[in-house]
């Protein structure tokens, strides 16, 4: 626990000290805040270019048949859990309940490691994952303990994607809280049981469902719009010229600082040079922009009458 909490500090301080080198000469320090925790696996996760695996069917020993209350095939969200069983990975834990379900009297649809996504039972049909209000509605998906912030990271990818695929596949929009839940929600809303994951386990890696959220909402819409995970069409390298002169280029424009909850804007004056404006933009938030233009090294994106983001705090897709 407390070599775990040592990893996961170094890693946000290497994020946050990338920022500094960044953005130092252009901004001062004033953007410069506190790492927020729970950001460093999104963050992990993009910048090591993380994938979620596939996720394998392999329908295990489960007999029982029912539909939701809905009926078969009509299930209203997918719940995440967490196994709360150290160094038991998927696989194991996929033995272990086609084995012992029937002692146990518990079953879900899936297990979700750092390598591998195990489906289980068919999720036109309801498990006993959490109780029986929370069965008669949702798909139920543990994720697996693991030991490093690098198998965590890949297993939260792995859940998100299962969670957004699940969603997909059965035509439901993307709610926190309603069509993607807890099983500690469905304990405050029902009590049919007392199970409070996966809050404790993701707080263990300073992560959090509002950051989970982040991701599958993220997840969700790639997959929709492109069938990947992947952003659609990045512009990797938008040709705008360096003598600060205006290109008209439509698209959106979506922002991110790992050093703070919000983004800064700058303003630009007549003579070219930026001023700092006091707004600033919602991390994770995307922006209608129809403007970019060059000034000291990097591109900005206009996102108001004289509002503009710099490329460092944001990632543009052409329309
Ligand atoms: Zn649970």
Request: charged share 20%; hydrophobic share 35%.
């Amino acid at each position: 626990m407390f070599s775990k909490k040592r990893i996961i500090v170094s890693t946000i301080a290497s994020i946050a000290f990338a920022g500094v080198g960044v953005f130092s000469s252009q901004f001062g320090t004033t953007c410069i805040q506190e790492v927020q925790a729970g950001s460093w696996v999104n963050q992990y996760i993009a910048n090591n270019n993380i994938k979620p695996v596939g996720i394998e069917n392999r329908e295990g020993t489960f007999n029982r048949w029912s539909g939701y209350r809905n009926g078969v095939g009509r299930p209203e969200g997918v719940m995440i859990h967490e196994t709360a069983t150290p160094n038991a990975t998927a696989e194991a834990e996929v033995s272990y309940f086609n084995r012992k379900w029937p002692v146990l009297q518990t079953y879900v649809h899936a297990f979700v490691d750092a390598n591998k996504i195990i489906n289980i039972k068919n999720t036109d049909f309801l498990v006993w994952g959490a109780g029986p209000n929370a069965n008669q509605r949702y798909i139920q998906v543990e994720l697996c303990n693991v030991n490093t912030p690098d198998q965590f990271a890949r297993s939260i990818s792995n859940d998100a994607y299962y969670a957004a695929a699940k969603l997909i596949q059965y035509g439901l929009p993307f709610v926190p809280d309603k069509t993607l839940v807890t099983h500690k929600q469905a304990t405050n809303w029902w009590h049919d049981t007392t199970h409070v994951d996966p809050d404790g386990y993701l707080a263990k890696w300073d992560y959090d469902m509002s950051q989970f959220n982040e991701l599958v909402g993220k997840y969700y819409n790639n997959l929709k719009a492109t069938g990947s995970v992947d952003d659609a069409v990045v512009d990797p390298a938008p040709v705008v010229p360096e003598d600060g002169s205006i290109v008209k280029r439509e698209g959106k424009v979506t922002v991110a600082n790992p050093g703070s909850f919000a983004v800064p804007l700058v303003a630009f004056r007549d003579d070219g040079t930026t001023a700092d404006s006091n707004r600033g933009l919602a991390k994770g938030s995307a922006w209608y922009t129809d403007q970019q233009r060059s000034f000291d090294g990097h591109v900005y994106y206009r996102v108001s009458t004289n509002e503009w983001v710099a490329d460092t705090y944001s990632s543009f897709v052409g329309w």
